[in-house]
């Protein structure tokens, strides 16, 4: 079974909008890593943050940490069409290997 | 650089049969991990390797799944007796650091007819 749940499962907004999605896990964890996937492609990496990190950014991205509420948060800043894809969150740890378990995504569309 | 490779990128074959899905890493990159994906799903983690040992094979569905890396690069997942289920993206990714950001590969689909 996945352990990140990523909410919502689908977002629409209009190009220049912000995008929040929302994830939420259940055990302890290393890291949580968020990624994204093109419709039909792979999935690339975005951002990555440790369990003792609380928020970080990376150009229009900005993610979130709370460990206390077993949650995360991404935020797409001045969305572009080029943002639509699927977004998945990611945690990651340790079983005596780096096990990481993906959610079922949020699907953003962002309209020109 | 060269990134993360699968072969073959597509394979159809038939139930009961058995297939080998190939994964070439990054250069250097020591952890290695597979998943497999279903439409409109995330990626369902199958099995993690640091360096040539399995460090975590908790994903794997039954004993008909086997992966190896006998040398901590390439890595071969295998399935005996394949079932329509099997059906799916096959994904494999790298990491420099274990548990650190992952460069996924392009994925196999494989189609159990």
């Known amino acids: 079974s996945q352990q990140g749940e990523e909410d919502p499962q689908a977002l629409s907004i209009q190009e220049g909008e912000n995008a929040t999605m929302n994830c939420s896990y259940k055990?302890?964890?290393?890291?949580l890593q968020w990624y994204r996937q093109n419709s039909g492609r792979g999935l690339v990496h975005l951002i990555l943050?440790?369990?003792?990190?609380r928020e970080k950014h990376s150009g229009r991205l900005r993610v979130t940490l709370d460990t206390s509420k077993k949650s995360s948060s991404l935020l797409i800043t001045a969305s572009r069409a080029a943002d639509t894809a699927s977004y998945f969150c990611?945690?990651?740890?340790?079983?005596?290997?780096?096990?990481?378990?993906f959610g079922a995504g949020t699907r953003l569309f962002v309209k020109a | 650089g060269a990134g993360v490779s699968q072969t073959p990128s597509n394979k159809v074959t038939e139930k009961g049969k058995y297939v080998e899905l190939r994964c070439d890493p990054i250069?250097?990159?020591?952890?290695l991990y597979w998943y497999r994906q279903s439409l409109g799903q995330g990626p369902e983690f199958l099995i993690y390797f640091q360096g040539t040992g399995a460090a975590d094979d908790s994903g794997l569905p039954n004993d008909r799944f086997f992966a190896v890396r006998p040398e901590g690069s390439v890595s071969t997942l295998k399935i005996q007796r394949t079932e329509r289920g099997d059906s799916a993206m096959y994904l494999c990714a790298s990491s420099q650091t274990p548990g650190g950001e992952q460069y996924f590969g392009p994925g196999t689909r494989l189609t159990v007819t």
């Open positions: 943050i440790r369990s003792n990190e």
């Open positions: 250069s250097g990159h020591t952890a």
């Open positions: 055990t302890s964890i290393n890291n």
């Open positions: 990611a945690t990651a740890f340790y079983t005596g290997g780096f096990k990481t378990i």
